[in-house]
């Protein structure tokens, strides 16, 4: 069982930056990707980047490339979100997930979620 927990969301101006933090606990060497996806009101959920284990592969969404940078620290069994030049539309509950199927990790289809952490971000 894999447990996964969220932190460093709060509210920033618009140009600022982020960087959010999931710790992994349990049993993660089986994992074959993490990664954030977000939500917010009203709208569907979005996989924001995913990175495949050992970091060799990433993903990110087209809507924060080259703002948003995914990373591991596989010692630390951490994951973090590096969020830069951050727009009000950034603003959204943000989900630390994982998987341990490649399968699900290619089609976005995480089923290992933390419990999130708010990212406000105004102009």
């Known amino acids: 069982q894999v447990r996964l927990v969220e932190s460093g969301g709060d509210s920033v101006q618009a140009g600022g930056s982020l960087r959010l933090s999931c710790a992994a606990f349990?049993?993660?060497?089986?994992?074959?990707?993490m990664g954030w996806f977000r939500q917010a009101p009203g709208k569907e959920r979005e996989g924001v980047a995913i990175?495949?284990?050992?970091?060799?592969?990433?993903y990110v969404a087209d809507s924060v490339k080259g703002r948003f940078t995914i990373s591991q620290d596989a010692a630390k069994k951490t994951l973090y979100l590096q969020m830069n030049s951050l727009k009000p539309e950034d603003t959204a509950m943000y989900y630390c997930?994982?998987?341990?199927?490649?399968?699900?990790?290619?089609?976005?289809?995480?089923?290992?979620w933390g419990q999130g952490t708010q990212v406000t971000v105004s102009s």
């Open positions: 997930v994982a998987d341990y199927t490649l399968a699900a990790c290619r089609s976005h289809e995480l089923r290992i």
């Open positions: 349990g049993y993660i060497d089986s994992l074959s990707c």
């Open positions: 990175i495949y284990t050992g970091g060799s592969s990433t």
